[in-house]
Each structure stands twice: as structure tokens, then as C-alpha cells.
């Protein structure tokens, strides 16, 4: 590249705001200082030379490199680096010096934005934004719902021009394509699940089981009896195992959906599919062990004489059973919180307006907590709800289970 009298160099992960036409005015060598006494090589500007390529390439084995690649080299090969003069494109050096320092102005680190949650130099006279924290790269759609500065990427992406067919406004062809078909995979599985719902629904009563407070929250759920003296098979174990399976299938559902959906789609899109795909996930999968409870609730109320559970039934009367209604109505309390409490956690920043990384993650968390508290209570509810529902239906002719109680 020795034809070219400049060449600036830029990360992938930058993007230039304002012209930067300036910048091939500096040093023979100019880059950017970071923490301290380090350069950053994000954003460089290069005289291109045989001579000093050469060079470079008889030391890059004797020279170390604390980052092990390009950085840690320039930063040995540099090494009085520090102590250059910053280039200020008012005030033209002579003679051109071999090295300068590029202010903030022209690599602003979205790290230490972030430590301060603010800008250390004008916003307006930004000219590269560098996205510097790790994993949190501003195409990735859920980096816009912590980092408040991929909000720029992100508009200058909605921007583009059609450079290639599909691609104007940062679209993807193929990351529609798949997106489409993961919103139509979706509704099918939705319209599954109302179908097995509306089959499994029940049409007989079910007893009422009012003891699930403190004794089902204690995992201390062992040969209990419901107010109509049903008997409860429960072992000891049996709410651990439950509160284990909801979370385990609400981890599952969670990762699934962070592998199906593309990574560089819009950052609403990104969030509503996984919202939809955790979802639907951890309804078929905790339902499916739901579904279980009830087949072993069933089975073992072979072992109970339905002579007992008649009886019971009889002397406790109509105003000790719970009918389907009720049972629809608890399901949908429970299901329904779990989904508005997800919302409320993951959404309650951005409604909030609050834009620092530690007070979003600590919200977050906090949320998180409120919702693994109730999903704790629900799952115990639900399974507890599905065993009593097998015992009291083991004679039907067909099972018959609240699908989502």
C-alpha cells in the first residue's frame, strides 16, 4: 500500500459519526491512548512504508505482546508511545512528527462511557464511536437493550442505503427469511398448545386442595390429605423436584432462543422472538412434566380405594370442590403472572428511562428475583393441582387432565 500517502485503519467494531477527513493530517504513526500508558489500535492512522514493515516483521518474534496479537506488538514497538504529542488538526506540526496521539475525539471508548454513563468530551463532536465491551458488539440486537450508545450504530444502520439487493436499512435477507419462519413456527406451536389445552380440558369437578401455602413452599409435601380427604402420595421430594424441573426448562427455553434467533436482527424483533420462543418453549416443556404428574397421580390412585374418595367427596359437599372454572381461572393466574412478571423484569429499565449498565443489570436482577419467587410458588401449585387431577381421574374413560393446572 506504499502508493497511498495515508491509510487509517478501523475496527470493525467503530463507527464514524462525523467526517474524519482531518485525521490524515496527523504524525507518520497516530493511534489512541488508552487506560493510561496502552494503545489502542482500534483506530490508526499509518504512513505506509517498506522500510517500517520490514522492520516490524524482524522484531514481531523478539517483541512482546501482552494481548498476544497486533495491539500488545505496536504497544512494544511504540513503547515511547506515551509520550507523543496530541494531534490537534487546528494546529499543523512541522515538521511532521513520527508519532501523535489521537484524542477521544476520534476513538470515544464505549467503555468508559459506560463507567460514567456519559461522554468525558462533547457528544456533538464525536467523530469514531468504539465499541469496546468484550461481547456486547452494537450488531447484536440485545446489546441495544443494555448499551445506550448502540442506539447510533443502530440508526445509521436504519439509514443505509441498498449497497447490495436486501440490504437497504441494515435488512438481511436470509435473517428475514428465518425470522419469518421462526414467527410462523411460532404460531404453530401456539395453536398446538390451545388444541391440547381445549383436549386435555376438563369436564368433571376437582377436589379442593387449599393446603399448597407453606407446607408445598417448604418442600415438605409428604402423604397429605386435601379438605375432602383425598390422599396425597407426595414424597418429600416431590416440590424440590418441581421448583428444579421449572427452572431447568425455563434456562432450556431461554438458551434455545438466544441460539434460533439470527443475531443481527432489529433489536425490537430480537426481543419479541425471544420473548415468543421462550415462552411457547417453557409452556411445552414444563407442561410435558406437568402432563407426567398427572399420569403418576393417576397410576398411584390405584393404590387409594375410589370407595374413600367418593365418601369424602359426599360428606365434604359441594362447597369443598373446585370445579373447572376455578381450575382455569388459578391456571391462568399462574401462567399469566410468570409472563407479565418476565415482561416487567426485562422491560422496567427502558420504561424507566434508566440508561447506566449497573443500574439496568441491577433492575434487572431484581426483577428476576421477584419472578423466580413466584415461579417457585406457581410450579408447585401446578404440579400439585395435576397430581390431585390424575387421582380424581383415574376411572375416566379418557384423560382428562387441566392441561395448564
Avoid at 452494537?138 to 448502540?150: E, N
Avoid at 382428562?400 to 393446572?405: A, L, P, V, Y
Wanted: with cysteine; hydrophobic share 40%.
Amino acid at each position: 500500500m506504499t502508493s497511498y500517502k495515508k491509510v487509517a485503519y478501523l475496527d470493525a467494531d467503530t463507527i464514524v459519526v462525523k467526517s474524519i477527513e482531518d485525521i490524515f493530517n496527523c504524525g507518520k504513526f497516530c493511534a489512541n491512548l488508552k487506560h493510561s500508558e496502552r494503545m489502542n489500535s482500534g483506530v490508526m492512522v499509518v504512513e505506509p512504508s517498506e522500510t517500517l514493515f520490514n522492520d516490524m516483521m524482524d522484531k514481531v518474534n523478539s517483541l512482546p505482546s501482552y494481548t498476544g496479537g497486533d495491539q500488545g506488538f505496536l504497544n512494544s514497538y511504540y513503547a515511547d508511545f506515551a509520550n507523543s504529542r496530541v494531534y490537534e488538526p487546528n494546529k499543523p506540526t512541522m515538521p511532521e512528527p513520527e508519532t501523535q496521539r489521537l484524542s477521544t475525539l476520534y476513538n470515544a471508548d464505549v467503555g468508559l462511557y459506560m463507567l460514567a454513563n456519559k461522554w468525558m468530551v462533547d457528544e456533538k463532536e464525536l467523530r469514531v464511536i468504539h465499541y469496546t465491551l468484550g461481547p456486547l458488539k452494537p450488531w447484536d440486537w440485545w446489546t441495544a437493550w443494555l448499551v445506550k450508545p448502540v442506539a447510533v450504530w443502530q440508526d445509521i444502520r436504519k439509514n443505509l442505503e441498498e449497497s447490495l439487493p436486501g440490504t437497504g436499512g441494515g435488512r438481511n435477507p436470509h435473517d428475514q427469511s428465518v425470522t419469518n419462519k421462526e414467527l410462523l413456527c411460532i404460531r404453530s406451536l401456539c395453536a398446538f398448545a390451545r388444541r391440547a389445552r381445549y383436549k386435555y380440558k376438563s369436564e368433571e369437578a376437582l377436589p379442593s386442595y387449599s393446603t399448597i401455602g407453606a407446607a408445598s413452599s417448604s418442600f415438605g409435601i409428604s402423604h397429605q390429605k386435601s379438605h375432602n380427604g383425598a390422599h396425597l402420595k407426595l414424597p418429600s421430594y416431590f416440590g424440590a423436584i418441581t421448583v428444579l424441573v421449572c427452572f431447568i426448562s425455563a434456562l432450556i427455553s431461554l438458551a434455545f432462543a438466544f441460539i434460533i434467533i439470527p443475531r443481527q436482527v432489529m433489536p425490537w424483533t430480537g426481543l419479541l422472538l425471544m420473548y415468543e420462543w421462550t415462552s411457547v418453549t417453557f409452556f411445552l416443556l414444563f407442561g410435558s412434566y406437568l402432563r407426567v404428574v398427572y399420569n403418576w397421580g393417576s397410576s398411584s390412585a390405584n393404590h387409594v380405594g375410589h370407595n374413600n374418595l367418593d365418601s369424602s367427596e359426599n360428606h365434604a359437599g359441594a362447597g369443598l370442590q373446585r370445579n373447572t372454572s376455578d381450575c382455569d381461572t388459578d391456571a391462568a393466574f399462574y401462567w399469566s403472572g410468570m409472563a407479565i412478571l418476565s415482561s416487567i423484569a426485562l422491560l422496567s429499565p427502558t420504561v424507566l428511562g434508566i440508561t447506566a449498565l449497573f443500574a439496568k443489570l441491577g433492575l434487572m436482577v431484581a426483577g428476576g428475583v421477584v419472578l423466580a419467587s413466584f415461579m417457585t410458588y406457581a410450579s408447585e401449585h401446578l404440579a400439585i393441582s395435576a397430581f390431585v387431577k390424575g387421582q380424581r381421574d383415574r376411572n375416566a374413560s379418557r384423560g382428562s387432565i387441566c392441561f395448564m393446572c
